[in-house]
């Protein structure tokens, strides 16, 4: 039975936390190797952690290092054969980790394996069964099945990218092809790895057999000033990395003279001015950097602890 190590990033929410951790206690897969990695939270949730679950590894940062630099954290403290990185803010049933051992057992040109993810608030329906490829032009794509009810079945899609809330790498990708990018601090940075692993010559695909689910909210939480501006800053720092070309300077050429000005525009249209301020940094100081790690930048320097 190969060993799973399952990584999970918590920052400020330990009660969340603690519950994933109650669902991974009550798994049917035996080999496990759980390693939770507090990312600079205002409090030190390892103590209370290690006294609940004490088969339970936890790794302390005094600084956020964002989502990518939590999780490689976990990778250096792993000794899986598999690695299993899931959101804390999700519950995994019975059945779903020996289903995705299996797909990476049986499937050697796979390298990563995902569960159907749903909402935990209305589990029938999906948050993410795939994605479509990003548009080159607009710096653009969508999750496969969102809003919608994807049945189960045995059904092995491939998919461009892995979704960073649930999925399974084998150690042997990592080894390959370098820990998780920790530019974009949040956001965009399971794209830039899986375009990495399919670059080398790995499929990824979503067993449709399995489901986890995930807490966040279908109607609120979503449209945040935060996620506005990183995921402005992110979609172009994914571009300058991996387009080339013409393609690279399409997108620029789209985004500067059609979506800045009309995300601006709506912003504004609806009073929107704190997203109007996060978009705008997130596009004017990294749009026209040559570097490619690009700055953080604006307000959310403070993020990093």
Avoid at 59 to 65: M, Y
Avoid at 163 to 172: F, Q, T, V
Avoid at 212 to 237: C, D, M, V, W
């Amino acid at each position: 039975m190969k060993k799973v190590s399952i990584i999970t990033v918590n920052y400020n929410q330990p009660e969340v936390t603690l519950e994933l951790l109650k669902s991974l206690r009550e798994q049917d897969y035996q080999n496990l190797e759980v390693i939770v990695v507090d990312n600079g939270s205002r409090e030190d949730a390892s103590a209370r952690i290690n006294e609940e679950y004490p088969e339970t590894i936890t790794i302390r940062s005094e600084k956020n290092l964002g989502f990518a630099g939590g999780n490689n954290l976990g990778i250096r403290a792993s000794t899986g054969d598999c690695l299993f990185f899931l959101n804390n803010d999700t519950v995994v049933p019975k059945g779903t980790i020996a289903s995705l051992v299996d797909v990476l057992h049986r499937e050697e040109e796979t390298g990563v394996v995902c569960p159907v993810i749903n909402y935990f608030d209305h589990p029938k329906v999906t948050q993410f069964a795939g994605y479509t490829p990003i548009n080159t032009i607009t710096g653009r794509n969508h999750a496969v099945g969102y809003m919608k009810q994807i049945p189960v079945d045995r059904l092995l899609m491939e998919s461009p990218f892995a979704h960073g809330a649930a999925m399974m790498l084998r150690r042997s990708v990592v080894d390959q092809v370098g820990l998780m990018p920790e530019n974009y601090f949040l956001y965009y940075e399971e794209l830039d790895w899986g375009a990495k692993i399919t670059k080398a010559g790995f499929k990824i695909k979503v067993d449709r057999s399995v489901r986890i689910f995930h807490k966040e909210s279908i109607s609120t939480g979503k449209a945040s000033p935060l996620k506005t501006y990183f995921q402005t800053r992110n979609r172009i720092l994914f571009m300058r990395r991996n387009v080339r070309g013409l393609r690279k300077i399409a997108f620029l050429l789209f985004f500067t003279f059609l979506a800045f000005p009309k995300s601006l525009l709506g912003f504004l249209m609806k009073r929107e001015m704190d997203h109007f301020y996060s978009f705008w940094n997130g596009a004017i100081w990294n749009l026209f950097n040559s570097t490619d790690s690009l700055k953080l930048g604006y307000k959310y320097d403070q993020l990093k602890g």
